[in-house]
């Protein structure tokens, strides 16, 4: 999601913001608005959500734009949400609230240190069980689990 344009602003004042499907996030108590993804971004999220679908048999899976409330200051948009059954995240009628079971973020060009340190951290902060990195153009996924109060690696996949 290239070309990000950034303000500052907490969770009631986002609150306030018109629906879009643009993606909208608040990360670190700073708006950030991204341009709409490129195709192959939506093909690899696609993809993902079928196989998702496929795999996991409960639960349920949600796709960008999505909002996902985990304070004041952070409500991320991820590419792909996983919540299960007995999950500490609750779906609200605007949103969901609490960390996620998975979350997937795809890189596009102007995301790709966003999703690799400020969203891995604040992911980790909130510990969210599993949090895949893909990189369409590079062709890997990173995967990480949260465990012992932490982010493990889990590994990576070429291809």
């Known amino acids: 999601m290239a070309g990000l344009e950034k303000s500052r602003l907490k969770a009631a004042e986002f609150d306030q913001l018109p629906e879009t499907n643009q993606s909208t996030e608040l990360i670190q108590g700073e708006l950030i608005v991204s341009r709409s993804p490129a195709p192959q ?3 690899v999220s696609r993809r993902l959500c079928r196989l998702l ?4 048999p409960n639960g349920e899976i ?4 999505m909002d996902v409330y985990l304070d004041a200051e952070n409500i991320p948009q991820p590419d792909i ?7 500490r995240c609750k779906i609200g009628d605007k949103r969901l609230e609490g960390p996620p079971d998975l979350i997937v973020e795809i890189f596009s060009p102007g995301t790709v240190s966003q999703d690799k340190i400020q969203k891995f951290d604040l992911y980790e902060r909130y510990g969210i ?3 895949w990195m893909v990189d369409p153009h ?5 995967v990480y689990r949260w465990q012992a ?5 889990i590994g990576r996949q070429n291809g």
């Open 81 to 87: 949400i996983w919540v299960a059954e007995d999950s």
């Open 149 to 153: 109060g932490r982010f493990g690696g």
């Open 53 to 56: 679908e496929d795999l996991i």
């Open 138 to 142: 590079e062709a890997y996924i990173e």
């Open 41 to 43: 971004h939506q093909r």
């Open 129 to 131: 069980g599993e949090y």
């Open 62 to 65: 949600f796709s960008a734009p």
